[in-house]
């Protein structure tokens, strides 16, 4: 009975050659956030989609993309990986805005190589 | 700003003994606190929020945390802990309306036999 679900847990890239995350909800929730969170860091707001209104955080780089085609998925795209960019990337959903429980997916680790 | 500091990065406490995880804020405006845990590679949960009235809020796992308005803290409490209860305890806080959560660093409890 998952509720966010993300694919894969452990992704390995190459430096410069682009991926995607993906990110899945049964919970019917209006709200989609993308994380970044490094090791032993907080999670960091990339951005969110209100159901298609997409809002990008003003420091996140351009590299980073996101695609939101329903109400259930959502996609991280990275268009030109660095090494900084190696992390674990949580989704959430919410229902509505921030004081709405967030549920956070397991994350995808990436490692850039 | 808006900010979140947890005044401890790791707490080791033994089994059966209370725990008291700090976390302060700022922000000039009125907030919504949390707290969430993460256990090894896994997404964040939330143990509890204050949104408005009482300002004592109990959570899940026999967690609770008191809001201090005027010491501009909200700090995470258990009276007797479990060694499942080591994990990284996440505090954080957003702003009415908003959707954006700004997480603290983190403490990581870990809980000795």
């Known amino acids: 009975d998952a509720m966010v679900i993300q694919n894969p847990r452990y992704q390995v890239t190459q430096f410069g050659k682009p991926v995607t995350l993906s990110c899945s909800q049964t919970?019917?929730?209006?709200?989609m956030y993308w994380y970044q969170q490094k090791s032993s860091q907080a999670p960091k707001l990339l951005f969110h989609?209100?159901?298609?209104?997409?809002?990008n955080e003003a420091d996140t780089p351009d590299n980073f993309q996101s695609r939101r085609p329903n109400t259930s998925f959502c996609f991280l795209d990275i268009r030109s990986p660095g090494l900084g960019d190696a992390a674990m990337y949580l989704c959430?959903?919410?229902?509505?805005?921030?004081?709405?429980?967030?549920?956070f997916g397991p994350g995808t680790r990436l490692t850039v190589l | 700003a808006q900010s979140v500091t947890q005044l401890d990065s790791q707490v080791p406490v033994f089994e059966e003994a209370p725990v008291e995880l700090r976390c302060n804020y700022s922000s000039s405006v009125s907030v919504y606190l949390f707290w969430y845990v993460q256990y090894p590679n896994q997404g964040l949960q939330l143990l509890l929020k204050?949104?408005?009235?009482?300002?004592l809020v109990k959570g899940i796992n026999g967690f609770e945390a008191e809001f201090n308005k005027s010491q501009t803290s909200f700090h995470l409490r258990k009276p007797s802990v479990h060694i499942s209860d080591t994990a990284e305890y996440f505090c954080a806080l957003g702003r009415g309306g908003g959707f954006k959560t700004i997480f603290g660093a983190g403490t990581r409890l870990f809980v000795k036999a």
């Open positions: 959430a959903t919410s229902r509505v805005g921030v004081t709405d429980t967030q549920y």
């Open positions: 204050y949104l408005s009235g009482s300002t």
């Open positions: 989609y209100y159901d298609k209104d997409f809002n």
């Open positions: 919970l019917n929730h209006n709200v």
